[in-house]
């Protein structure tokens, strides 16, 4: 059974930074984009980071360029959001997803996360 677990949402002032884990388990996914994904409330879920496991090329959406990293740990089948600079407007559940496609579009994705809570205060 395929189980994406995220973890490190919390509540942090603007200007911080909070680090989100996602562990995968379940099937191997070296042949899987893996992809961070956030949803504020009343709005579409929104691209946020994607990459492969066998690829080094990282995409970010065009809010987070420059403030936010994501990286993988293949060893430990853990994705990581490294969010710095953080805003009132990142402010969101965000998911861990996988997919075989990849790219910004969510139905691309065909395992999710139960999402993890971000709330930036100003």
């Known amino acids: 059974q395929v189980q994406l677990v995220e973890s490190g949402g919390g509540l942090v002032q603007a200007g911080g930074s909070l680090r989100l884990s996602c562990a995968a388990s379940?099937?191997?996914?070296?042949?899987?984009?893996m992809g961070w994904f956030r949803q504020a409330p009343g709005k579409e879920r929104e691209f946020v980071a994607r990459?492969?496991?066998?690829?080094?090329?990282?995409y970010y959406g065009d809010s987070v360029k420059g403030r936010f990293t994501i990286s993988r740990d293949g060893a430990k089948n853990t994705l990581y959001l490294q969010m710095n600079s953080l805003k009132p407007e990142d402010t969101a559940v965000y998911y861990c997803?996988?997919?075989?496609?990849?790219?910004?579009?969510?139905?691309?994705?065909?395992?999710w996360g139960q999402g993890t809570q971000v709330t930036v205060s100003s």
């Open positions: 997803a996988a997919g075989i496609y990849g790219g910004t579009v969510p139905r691309n994705y065909d395992y």
């Open positions: 379940g099937r191997t996914f070296s042949s899987y984009h």
């Open positions: 990459i492969h496991w066998s690829d080094p090329n990282l």
